[in-house]
T-cell receptor, first 113, second 109 residues
Framework: DSGVTQTPKHLITATGQRVTLRCSPRSGDLSVYWYQQSLDQGLQFLIHYYNGEERAKGNILERFSAQQFPDLHSELNLSSLELGDSALYFC????????????FGQGTRLTVV | EDQVTQSPEALRLQEGESSSLNCSYTVSGLRGLFWYRQDPGKGPEFLFTLYSAGEEKEKERLKATLTKKESFLHITAPKPEDSATYLCAVPGSGYALNFGKGTSLLVTP
């Protein structure tokens, strides 16, 4: 158990809908990272938050957004969902935002039908 | 652009047959090379971080080494429970990890 909690574990929704994925980082970790993993793309970095502030963006679509709250949990919002958004979404946390290992949650498997 | 390339894509070993996985990287100023293990449908599990050429780290049957251009994950006398995908990663410009596509390892009894 990495100490990073993601909910829900599975989510099935229809095209055009909006969903929210939740992540609770390890106790004491200030950084939260979101990744998308699909079969053909591998792990793709989406966005990084540090202590409530956005630090970096990766390959995140405009339909996706995220935030980190004062209690350091984070939410990833996916809207206007398309079939191609079906993937595993992982959250990871680390103590700081610099050169430290990140610990991953068990992921949310999103299926868009 | 920073890149991480892993080889081979897939590897099948007999139990006890040692081998090595390769991770080559092109970054401007390495700030750590990270190895993870991922089981199907699960989140990546942190294994090692290496920071400088010549550094080595070991954990059970795994040993990671680092040169200026690549890292190797040596697996000695593997067991079926070592079957997994092994991922390497380097920090990108924003410190988030950029991952390679991984090596899928299957160890048969």
């Amino acid at each position: 158990d990495s100490g990073v909690t993601q909910t829900p574990k599975h989510l099935i929704t229809a095209t055009g809908q909006r969903v929210t994925l939740r992540c609770s980082p390890r106790s004491g970790d200030l950084s939260v990272y979101w990744y998308q993993q699909s079969l053909d793309q591998g792990l793709q970095f989406l966005i990084h938050y540090y202590n409530g502030e956005e630090r970096a963006k990766g390959n995140i679509l405009e339909r996706f957004s995220a935030q980190q709250f004062p209690d350091l949990h984070s939410e990833l919002n996916l809207s206007s969902l398309e079939l191609g958004d079906s993937a595993l979404y992982f959250c990871a946390s680390s103590v700081s935002g610099v050169n430290t290992e990140a610990f991953f949650g068990q992921g949310t498997r999103l299926t868009v039908v | 652009e920073d890149q991480v390339t892993q080889s081979p894509e897939a590897l099948r070993l007999q139990e006890g047959e040692s081998s090595s996985l390769n991770c080559s990287y092109t970054v401007s100023g390495l700030r750590g090379l990270f190895w993870y293990r991922q089981d199907p449908g699960k989140g990546p599990e942190f294994l090692f971080t290496l920071y400088s050429a010549g550094e080595e780290k070991e954990k059970e049957r795994l040993k990671a080494t680092l040169t200026k251009k690549e890292s190797f994950l040596h697996i000695t006398a593997p067991k079926p429970e070592d079957s997994a995908t092994y991922l390497c990663a380097v920090p990108g410009s924003g410190y988030a990890l950029n991952f390679g596509k991984g090596t899928s390892l299957l160890v048969t009894p």
